[in-house]
């Protein structure tokens, strides 16, 4: 299983970017997929979960600004981020957990998409 984050890049404050994860190769269900950032010189934080079961959850610095999404026939999941403050600036990584086609569990992170919010 492999999991391909896209859609960092630079924006302003103020401004807008949405984030795709998309987990690929032999998935038999995924739980929950998640977007998690890390700035400089921090620690690595939950910024929302969604499960198959529709559950959300949001860090509540993004709470109102950021809206995560799923695509479960594509097994994808998005991240629209709005009002984008420069403390938003991050490297953000993806996250699913769920079975393999072998009946096997499965916890895999992407990648990580860089997202600068600066003037």
């Known amino acids: 299983v492999q999991l391909q984050a896209s859609g960092g890049g630079l924006v302003q404050p103020g401004g807008s970017l949405r984030l795709t994860c998309v987990a690929s190769?032999?998935?038999?269900?995924?739980?929950?997929m998640g977007w998690y950032r890390q700035a400089p010189g921090k620690q690595r934080e939950l910024v929302a979960i969604?499960?198959?079961?529709?559950?959300?959850n949001y860090a509540d610095s993004v709470k109102g600004r950021f809206t995560i999404a799923r695509d479960n026939a594509k097994n994808t999941a998005y991240l629209q981020m709005e009002s984008l403050k420069p403390e938003d600036t991050a490297v953000y990584y993806c996250?699913?957990?769920?079975?393999?086609?072998?009946?096997?569990?499965?916890?895999?992170w992407g990648q990580g998409t860089l997202v600068t919010v600066s003037s």
């Open positions: 190769g032999s998935i038999s269900s995924i739980n929950q």
């Open positions: 969604s499960t198959s079961g529709g559950y959300t």
């Open positions: 996250h699913a957990d769920g079975i393999e086609t072998t009946l096997r569990g499965f916890d895999y």
